[in-house]
C-alpha cells in the first residue's frame, strides 16, 4: 500500500450505486467524494487506469477496488484477468468483490486472485468505506 498517512482513494463498480450508505458516517460527506471514484461499468475503470498507467501517473492508481461480481458490461473473471494485466509490474490495488449473494462458487473464483482480500455481501455499511479511505486496512485474518 501507499503512504500510510494520506487518506486512500477508493474505485467502487456498481451499477447500483445506491447500496453504499455514506450518509451519517465519521468522515466529512466532502472527503468522501474526494476520495471515491465511482463508475457504473467495469469497463470504464479498466480504461480508468489505462490511461492512468499509459500517463505514467500510478500515484493516481486506487488504493482500493470494490466491484460487483455481476455487472452488465462484463462478468468478474473478465474484469479480473484484464486488471491482472493492467497492474503487471506495479503496486497492486486491493481488490474487494461485492455480491448480493454469498455464492461458494462465486467466491472460489474471485478468491483465486492475489489482489482479491475479500469477498463481501451488500450493503456494504459507510463505516467500512471510512475504514478504507482512513488507511487503518482491513484485518482479513481468520478469527
Known amino acids: 500500500m501507499r503512504q500510510s498517512n494520506l487518506l486512500k482513494k477508493i474505485a467502487i463498480v ?4 445506491g447500496c453504499f450508505r455514506i450518509e451519517g458516517g465519521k468522515l466529512k460527506e466532502q472527503t468522501l467524494k474526494e476520495q ?3 463508475f457504473r ?6 480504461s480508468y487506469l ?3 498507467k499509459h500517463q505514467h501517473l500510478s500515484d493516481e492508481f486506487p488504493d ?5 461480481i455481476h455487472l452488465s458490461d462484463m ?3 473478465a474484469f479480473l484477468d484484464r486488471f491482472e494485466r493492467i497492474v ?3 503496486e497492486t490495488p486491493e481488490v474487494f468483490i461485492l455480491s448480493s449473494s454469498g455464492s461458494k462458487k462465486n467466491r472460489d473464483l474471485a478468491m483465486q486472485y492475489s489482489f482479491v482480500s475479500a469477498y463481501l455481501e451488500k450493503p456494504v455499511p459507510s463505516d467500512f468505506i471510512e475504514v478504507l479511505i482512513a488507511g487503518k486496512g482491513v484485518d482479513n485474518s481468520p478469527h
Do not use: F
Not at 456498481?14 to 450505486?17: G, I, M, R, Y
Not at 461499468?41 to 479498466?46: I, T, W
Not at 482500493?64 to 460487483?68: G, R, V
Open 14 to 17: 456498481d451499477d447500483a450505486l
Open 36 to 38: 471515491i471514484k465511482c
Open 41 to 46: 461499468k467495469a469497463s470504464g475503470l479498466l
Open 50 to 52: 489505462e490511461k492512468l
Open 64 to 68: 482500493y477496488i470494490l466491484i460487483d
Open 75 to 77: 462478468d468478474a473473471t
Open 88 to 90: 503487471a509490474n506495479m
